[in-house]
């Protein structure tokens, strides 16, 4: 089984469109996170979620909508894609927030042309 | 505020040469620190992780220690492999909060 999986794992777009991706864990764990990694593989936190509360959001346009309806799951939706946004998406869990190390998806590839 | 900081890559190795990948960070309090890696197409997984000072992690055989007084965690391997060839990550995170700093990465490249 699938500790952390994300779908789709590849998204091709126009610009403008609206699209979202789902992220699912089997952990049981409280916390989960959005990131975004670049080109040059810098990875970049996007939101925490911890059981269902949103705890941090790190200065990301508010065209990104994180959705948790519930501890296993955290979505994300992209308002009016932008080229920009052209990335890799990873999903990932802690156990809790603090000292628990991270398990993540596989990540979603998206291409905004 | 907090930060890590890594050694610039791309490292190339031959198989069976010594690795070193460097990461210093600064935090206030007293963070954990993990080292990720990610094989192409892939998420990131934890390697090794160590939550207080002198603390090694290992696994496999890959090795760091949590150095508190020159705030280093750096990683080692003796003998590396071509399927060692990945981006590293070093990361930390501290007691009661929910963000992770990471490095920008290193990738390695070991040929056979």
């Known amino acids: 089984d699938t500790a952390v999986s994300q779908t789709p794992k590849y998204l091709v777009t126009q610009m403008g469109n609206d699209k979202s991706i789902k992220c699912e864990q089997n952990?049981?764990?409280?916390?989960m996170y959005w990131y975004k990694q670049d080109s040059k593989k810098f990875l970049k936190i996007m939101f925490s979620?911890?059981?269902?509360?949103?705890?941090i959001n790190e200065t990301v346009p508010n065209r990104f909508s994180p959705k948790s309806p519930d501890k296993a799951h955290l979505n994300l939706h992209i308002n009016s894609l932008e080229l920009g946004d052209s990335a890799v998406y990873f999903c990932a869990s802690s156990l809790q927030g603090g000292n628990y190390e991270q398990y993540f998806g596989p990540g979603t590839r998206l291409t905004v042309t | 505020g907090d930060s890590v900081t890594q050694m610039e890559g791309p490292v190339t190795l031959s198989e069976e040469a010594f690795l070193t990948i460097n990461c210093t960070y600064t935090?206030?309090?007293?963070?954990?620190l993990f080292w990720y890696v990610q094989y192409p197409g892939e998420g990131l997984q934890l390697l090794l992780k160590a939550t207080k000072a002198d603390d090694k992690g290992s696994n496999k055989g890959f090795e760091a220690t949590y150095r508190k007084e020159t705030t280093s965690f750096h990683l080692e391997k003796g003998s590396v492999q071509v399927s060692d060839s990945a981006v590293y990550f070093c990361a930390l995170t501290s007691s009661g909060t929910y963000k992770y700093i990471f490095g920008t990465g290193t990738r390695l490249k070991v040929l056979a």
């Open positions: 935090a206030t309090g007293y963070p954990s």
């Open positions: 952990l049981g764990h409280d916390t």
């Open positions: 979620y911890n059981n269902k509360e949103l705890i």
